[in-house]
C-alpha cells in the first residue's frame, strides 16, 4: 500500500513571505558578531585597566614611605588576621543602637563557633561586628546573639564573671594591653584596662578604668548590642575584639570566648591598618568613575583602598539600562526596553562581591603582582550577576617589590555597550525585515493582482461551452506576466478564429453539399421510373434511403447553425409558460399514443398561469427534444412524468423518464455539441445535437439545465431551472 503526503498550497505571496525569512539570518550573523567582539572589547579593557594600573603604580613607586605607615615587618604566617577600617561619612551616635550602620551591611563581619578560642564547641555564641574611622575615632558595633544575658554583679571586683567584651591590642607605646567591657544592667558602659600581676592567677588581675573608650550597651530578644568609640591615637599596628559568654548565674564561669584573632599574647592579634589620607588622596586624583583602587603591602595587606565598582545615581548609564529610569520615552520605546530587558543580560548594580570588605588580598594576581608581574583576571561574582576585572601591578623601590597597585571594574560597561550594540542590531534588523515583508507583500499583491486579472480575463473570454465571446486587454509591461498576457491574447485571437471557421463549417458544408445531393437524387428518381431488373432497384433503393439519411444530418447541422444565429436576433417577450407545456403534452399524447406521458402543475389548477419573459417557440423546441429524448431511452410500458411549479421567484420544470442510467463520465459534457451517449444506432441519425440545442434555449433564457440520475438509479431527470416574471 502506497501512502502519499499531502500537497501543500501556498500562494505566492505566502511563498514569498517564507523567503523574506531568509532575511533572519542578518540578526543572527549580527548577534554572533556582536558576542565575537565581546572578546575583543574585554582585551581592550584589561589592557586600558592595567596601563592605569601601571601609571598608579609610577605615582606610588617614589613613595615607599606610604607602605611602612604602621607595620611593613613580615608576618610569621599568613594565617594573621589583618583588618583594614574604612572611612566612615559621619560620626556615630553612642546609644547602643545600630541604626546608624544601617548603610554599612557590607562590612559586617560574621564571628562564628568555629573562631572560639575558649570553651565548650557546642555553645551557641556568636556576632556581628562593624568598624569604620571617622577623624580621629574608631567606631565599633556589635551585635551579640546570646539568649542568656548574665550581667555583673553590683560592686563586684571581679569584671569577668559575667558577659563581657574584651579589646586586646597593641598600643602605639608597642605594650600589649587588654581592656574589658561589662555593666550591670543595659545602658552606658565603663571600659576598664586589665593589669595582671600574673596573668594565669584571676585573683592577682587589678583593673583601672578607661575614660578614652566609650561605649552603650543593649539588650534585645535573642542577645546584646554594643556600640564602642575609641580614639584612635589609643591603638598601635595590632588588635582584637571578643565576647565572653558566662551562661550559670550563680557559678558565673566563662562557658566560651570567641575572638576576631588571639587576644592572649601580642603575635595572635590581628593586624590593624588606617586609611592614610595622604595615599586616599593621591588614588582619589586618579580614579575613575566605576572603578575600585586597592593598595597592599607585601604582606598582602590592604593599606588603602578607594572608589567602588557601583553607584547609587540613578542618571547613570547602567542604571538607566533599566526601562523604569526612563521616563520620557514612548509608550513603544518603553516596551522594546522592557522586551529587551527579558532577553538580554542587563548590567547589574547589585550583586554580591566576596571583596568588598576584604581586608587581606592574596588571590593569584595579587602573588603574581608581589612577585614582579603585571597580570589580569576576570571572576565571576558568586551569585553570576557580573564578572569583575582585576589588574595588579606590582610597585618598586630600589628595585624591590615594596606592594602592589589592583584596579577593579566590572563588565558592566561592556554589557551595556554590547546590549546597545544588540538592540541597534534587534532595530535595524526588524525595521529591514517589517520594509522587507511589506515592500514583498505589495510586489507578490500587484503581482497576484495581474496573474488573478488575466485568469479571470481568460475565463470571461470563453464561455463554459468553449466558445471564445471575448478577448485579453493586451498589456505593455514587458515582463514575464506581459509576454504571458500577450501570448493568451494571441492565443485567444487564433482559437476565436478557428471557433468561427468550425461554428460555420457545418453551414458551409450543408450548402456545399445539397447540390450534389440534389444531383444524385434527381439521377435516382429517373433511375427509377425506368425499367430494370429486380436485383439492379435493390440497390437503387439503398441509395436512395443513403441519400434520404445524408439529407437529415444536413438538416439537422443546419438546425443547430441556425437556431444559434435565431438566439442573437429573437425578441423577448411575456407569456404562460404552463398552456406552453400544456399544448405540447397534448401534442406528445396524440404522437405517441402507446407511451404514458404525465403532466403535473403546481398549482394543480386548471387556469395556473405561470408567467415568464422569453420566446414560446423556443420553449416548444426545447421540450420537443427532451420528451423525444425521454422516448428513446424509456423502458416499454413506463412512464415518462413531466412536472412544473413555480417557487420561489423560479420556474422549475421536471422531465423523468426510467430507463439506462447516464454514465459517470457523461454526466458533466452531456449537454456539449457532438456528444451522445446511445450505445446503438436506429434508423434516424443522431448527431448529439439535440441537447446542446435545450442548453442554448435555456440559457438565452438566462435559465439552468441539469441531468441526473434517479435516486434509485432506475432511470434519468432533466431539471430546468427559468426566472419567473414578478407577480
Same mark, same amino acid.
Given at each position: 500500500?502506497?501512502?502519499?503526503?499531502?500537497?501543500?498550497?501556498?500562494?505566492?505571496?505566502?511563498?514569498?513571505?517564507?523567503?523574506?525569512?531568509?532575511?533572519?539570518?542578518?540578526?543572527?550573523?549580527?548577534?554572533?558578531?556582536?558576542?565575537?567582539?565581546?572578546?575583543?572589547?574585554?582585551?581592550?579593557?584589561?589592557?586600558?585597566?592595567?596601563?592605569?594600573?601601571?601609571?598608579?603604580?609610577?605615582?606610588?613607586?617614589?613613595?615607599?614611605?606610604?607602605?611602612?605607615?604602621?607595620?611593613?615587618?613580615?608576618?610569621?604566617?599568613?594565617?594573621?588576621?589583618?583588618?583594614?577600617?574604612?572611612?566612615?561619612?559621619?560620626?556615630?551616635?553612642?546609644?547602643?543602637?545600630?541604626?546608624?550602620?544601617?548603610?554599612?551591611?557590607?562590612?559586617?563581619?560574621?564571628?562564628?563557633?568555629?573562631?572560639?578560642?575558649?570553651? +565548650? *564547641? &557546642? /555553645?551557641? @555564641?556568636?556576632?556581628? %561586628?562593624?568598624?569604620?574611622?571617622?577623624?580621629?575615632? $574608631?567606631?565599633?558595633?556589635?551585635k551579640v546573639f546570646d539568649r542568656h544575658i548574665v550581667y555583673r554583679q553590683p560592686g563586684s571586683n571581679n569584671l569577668e564573671r559575667s558577659d563581657h567584651v574584651i579589646i586586646a591590642m597593641e598600643n602605639t607605646e608597642g605594650e600589649f594591653v587588654n581592656y574589658v567591657i561589662t555593666t550591670s544592667s543595659p545602658g552606658w558602659v565603663n571600659t576598664y584596662r586589665r593589669t595582671d600581676a600574673n596573668p594565669e592567677d584571676?585573683?592577682?588581675?587589678?583593673?583601672?578604668?578607661?575614660?578614652?573608650?566609650?561605649?552603650?550597651?543593649?539588650?534585645?530578644?535573642?542577645?546584646?548590642?554594643?556600640?564602642?568609640?575609641?580614639?584612635?591615637?589609643?591603638?598601635?599596628?595590632?588588635?582584637?575584639?571578643?565576647?565572653?559568654?558566662?551562661?550559670?548565674?550563680?557559678?558565673?564561669?566563662?562557658?566560651?570566648?570567641?575572638?576576631?584573632?588571639?587576644? +592572649? *599574647? &601580642? /603575635?595572635? @592579634?590581628?593586624?590593624? %591598618?588606617?586609611?592614610?589620607?595622604?595615599?586616599?588622596? $593621591?588614588l582619589n586624583n586618579l580614579q575613575r568613575p566605576l572603578t575600585r583602587t586597592w593598595v597592599i603591602d607585601r604582606n598582602y595587606r590592604v593599606i588603602a583602598q578607594t572608589g567602588a565598582l557601583t553607584t547609587t545615581d540613578t542618571s547613570d548609564d547602567t542604571s538607566s539600562a533599566d526601562p523604569a529610569n526612563k521616563p520620557h520615552h514612548s509608550m513603544l520605546s518603553g516596551m522594546m526596553s522592557f522586551f529587551y530587558s527579558?532577553?538580554?543580560?542587563?548590567?547589574?548594580?547589585?550583586?554580591?562581591?566576596?571583596?568588598?570588605?576584604?581586608?587581606?588580598?592574596?588571590?593569584?594576581?595579587?602573588?603574581?603582582?608581589?612577585?614582579?608581574?603585571?597580570?589580569?583576571?576576570?571572576?565571576?561574582?558568586?551569585?553570576?550577576?557580573?564578572?569583575?576585572?582585576?589588574?595588579?601591578?606590582?610597585?618598586?623601590?630600589?628595585?624591590?617589590?615594596?606592594?602592589?597597585?589592583?584596579?577593579?571594574?566590572? /563588565?558592566?560597561?561592556?554589557?551595556?555597550?554590547?546590549?546597545?550594540?544588540?538592540?541597534?542590531?534587534?532595530?535595524?534588523?526588524?525595521?529591514?525585515?517589517?520594509?522587507?515583508?511589506?515592500?514583498?507583500?505589495?510586489?507578490?499583491?500587484?503581482?497576484?493582482?495581474?496573474?488573478?486579472?488575466?485568469?479571470?480575463?481568460?475565463?470571461?473570454?470563453?464561455?463554459?461551452?468553449?466558445?471564445?465571446?471575448?478577448?485579453?486587454?493586451?498589456?505593455?509591461?514587458?515582463?514575464?506576466?506581459?509576454?504571458?498576457?500577450?501570448?493568451?491574447?494571441?492565443?485567444?485571437?487564433?482559437?476565436?478564429?478557428?471557433?468561427?471557421?468550425?461554428?460555420?463549417?457545418?453551414?458551409?458544408?450543408?450548402?456545399?453539399?445539397?447540390?450534389?445531393?440534389?444531383?444524385?437524387?434527381?439521377?435516382?428518381?429517373?433511375?427509377?421510373?425506368?425499367?430494370?431488373?429486380?436485383?439492379?432497384?435493390?440497390?437503387?433503393?439503398?441509395?436512395?434511403?443513403?441519400?434520404?439519411?445524408?439529407?437529415?444530418?444536413?438538416?439537422?447541422?443546419?438546425?443547430?447553425?441556425?437556431?444559434?444565429?435565431?438566439?442573437?436576433?429573437?425578441?423577448?417577450?411575456?407569456?404562460?409558460?404552463?398552456?406552453?407545456?400544456?399544448?405540447?403534452?397534448?401534442?406528445?399524447?396524440?404522437?405517441?399514443?402507446?407511451?404514458?406521458?404525465?403532466l403535473t402543475i403546481t398549482p394543480d389548477l386548471p387556469d395556473t398561469q405561470i408567467q415568464i419573459r422569453g420566446v414560446p417557440e423556443l420553449i416548444a423546441q426545447m421540450l420537443d427534444k427532451l420528451v423525444n429524448n425521454a422516448i428513446d431511452f424509456h423502458l416499454t410500458g413506463t412512464k415518462i412524468n413531466l412536472e412544473l411549479q413555480q417557487d420561489d421567484g423560479q420556474v422549475k420544470l421536471y422531465i423523468t423518464n426510467?430507463?439506462?442510467?447516464?454514465?459517470?463520465?457523461?454526466?458533466?459534457?452531456?449537454?456539449?455539441?457532438?456528444?451522445?451517449?446511445?450505445?446503438?444506432?436506429?434508423?434516424?441519425?443522431?448527431?448529439?445535437?439535440?441537447?446542446?440545442?435545450?442548453?442554448?434555449?435555456?440559457?438565452?433564457?438566462?435559465?439552468?439545465?441539469?441531468?441526473?440520475?434517479?435516486?434509485?438509479?432506475?432511470?434519468?431527470?432533466?431539471?430546468?431551472?427559468?426566472?419567473?416574471?414578478?407577480?
Amino acid at each position: 500500500m502506497r501512502f502519499t503526503l499531502p500537497t501543500l498550497r501556498l500562494s505566492i505571496r505566502a511563498k514569498l513571505v517564507l523567503v523574506s525569512t531568509t532575511l533572519l539570518i542578518i540578526p543572527w550573523v549580527g548577534s554572533q558578531y556582536v558576542q565575537e567582539m565581546e572578546d575583543y572589547l574585554r582585551q581592550q579593557q584589561q589592557e586600558a585597566i592595567l596601563i592605569r594600573a601601571q601609571t598608579v603604580a609610577s605615582v606610588l613607586q617614589g613613595r615607599p614611605d606610604l607602605f611602612t605607615i604602621q607595620s611593613n615587618s613580615p608576618l610569621p604566617t599568613r594565617d594573621v588576621q589583618h583588618l583594614f577600617v574604612r572611612p566612615l561619612q559621619h560620626p556615630m551616635q553612642l546609644d547602643g543602637y545600630l541604626d546608624d550602620w544601617s548603610g554599612y551591611e557590607n562590612r559586617i563581619q560574621h564571628i562564628e563557633q568555629s573562631r572560639s578560642i575558649f570553651g +565548650n *564547641e &557546642a /555553645s551557641t @555564641l556568636r556576632f556581628d %561586628i562593624q568598624v569604620g574611622s571617622y577623624q580621629k575615632y $574608631l567606631y565599633v558595633a556589635m551585635k551579640v546573639f546570646d539568649r542568656h544575658i548574665v550581667y555583673r554583679q553590683p560592686g563586684s571586683n571581679n569584671l569577668e564573671r559575667s558577659d563581657h567584651v574584651i579589646i586586646a591590642m597593641e598600643n602605639t607605646e608597642g605594650e600589649f594591653v587588654n581592656y574589658v567591657i561589662t555593666t550591670s544592667s543595659p545602658g552606658w558602659v565603663n571600659t576598664y584596662r586589665r593589669t595582671d600581676a600574673n596573668p594565669e592567677d584571676e585573683d592577682s588581675r587589678h583593673y583601672e578604668r578607661e575614660v578614652r573608650i566609650k561605649g552603650d550597651w543593649q539588650e534585645f530578644k535573642g542577645g546584646y548590642t554594643v556600640e564602642l568609640r575609641i580614639p584612635v591615637y589609643l591603638i598601635g599596628s595590632k588588635i582584637s575584639f571578643a565576647v565572653a559568654d558566662v551562661n550559670d548565674a550563680k557559678s558565673r564561669n566563662i562557658d566560651s570566648i570567641i575572638a576576631t584573632a588571639g587576644i +592572649n *599574647e &601580642a /603575635s595572635a @592579634l590581628a593586624t590593624i %591598618i588606617f586609611p592614610s589620607p595622604e595615599v586616599e588622596q $593621591l588614588l582619589n586624583n586618579l580614579q575613575r568613575p566605576l572603578t575600585r583602587t586597592w593598595v597592599i603591602d607585601r604582606n598582602y595587606r590592604v593599606i588603602a583602598q578607594t572608589g567602588a565598582l557601583t553607584t547609587t545615581d540613578t542618571s547613570d548609564d547602567t542604571s538607566s539600562a533599566d526601562p523604569a529610569n526612563k521616563p520620557h520615552h514612548s509608550m513603544l520605546s518603553g516596551m522594546m526596553s522592557f522586551f529587551y530587558s527579558l532577553i538580554l543580560k542587563q548590567p547589574s548594580n547589585e550583586f554580591h562581591d566576596e571583596l568588598l570588605n576584604a581586608s587581606r588580598l592574596d588571590s593569584e594576581e595579587f602573588r603574581q603582582a608581589l612577585q614582579g608581574k603585571p597580570t589580569t583576571r576576570w571572576r565571576q561574582t558568586p551569585d553570576k550577576e557580573t564578572s569583575i576585572l582585576t589588574a595588579a601591578h606590582p610597585v618598586f623601590s630600589n628595585g624591590q617589590v615594596i606592594g602592589a597597585i589592583a584596579i577593579e571594574q566590572t /563588565s558592566n560597561s561592556i554589557l551595556l555597550l554590547q546590549n546597545r550594540a544588540m538592540e541597534i542590531l534587534f532595530n535595524i534588523s526588524a525595521l529591514a525585515f517589517l520594509s522587507a515583508i511589506v515592500v514583498l507583500l505589495a510586489f507578490a499583491t500587484r503581482l497576484t493582482s495581474r496573474i488573478r486579472h488575466l485568469r479571470d480575463a481568460a475565463e470571461h473570454a470563453i464561455t463554459p461551452d468553449g466558445r471564445v465571446t471575448g478577448a485579453v486587454n493586451i498589456t505593455t509591461a514587458g515582463d514575464e506576466i506581459g509576454d504571458l498576457s500577450r501570448s493568451i491574447a494571441d492565443m485567444l485571437a487564433r482559437l476565436s478564429q478557428y471557433n468561427r471557421y468550425l461554428e460555420t463549417m457545418a453551414s458551409k458544408l450543408s450548402h456545399e453539399l445539397r447540390t450534389p445531393i440534389t444531383v444524385v437524387r434527381s439521377s435516382l428518381d429517373n433511375l427509377e421510373v425506368t425499367s430494370m431488373p429486380a436485383a439492379q432497384r435493390t440497390y437503387i433503393e439503398r441509395a436512395t434511403d443513403g441519400i434520404h439519411r445524408l439529407n437529415d444530418i444536413l438538416t439537422r447541422m443546419s438546425e443547430a447553425t441556425r437556431l444559434e444565429q435565431t438566439l442573437q436576433s429573437e425578441q423577448r417577450s411575456e407569456f404562460d409558460i404552463a398552456h406552453v407545456v400544456r399544448s405540447c403534452v397534448a401534442g406528445y399524447r396524440l404522437a405517441h399514443p402507446e407511451v404514458n406521458i404525465t403532466l403535473t402543475i403546481t398549482p394543480d389548477l386548471p387556469d395556473t398561469q405561470i408567467q415568464i419573459r422569453g420566446v414560446p417557440e423556443l420553449i416548444a423546441q426545447m421540450l420537443d427534444k427532451l420528451v423525444n429524448n425521454a422516448i428513446d431511452f424509456h423502458l416499454t410500458g413506463t412512464k415518462i412524468n413531466l412536472e412544473l411549479q413555480q417557487d420561489d421567484g423560479q420556474v422549475k420544470l421536471y422531465i423523468t423518464n426510467q430507463g439506462p442510467t447516464l454514465p459517470a463520465a457523461m454526466k458533466s459534457n452531456v449537454f456539449d455539441s457532438m456528444v451522445s451517449v446511445r450505445q446503438q444506432r436506429d434508423e434516424q441519425p443522431h448527431l448529439g445535437l439535440g441537447l446542446y440545442i435545450v442548453r442554448l434555449i435555456v440559457e438565452f433564457h438566462q435559465g439552468t439545465v441539469r441531468a441526473d440520475n434517479l435516486a434509485n438509479n432506475t432511470g434519468v431527470g432533466f431539471t430546468i431551472h427559468l426566472p419567473c416574471k414578478p407577480a
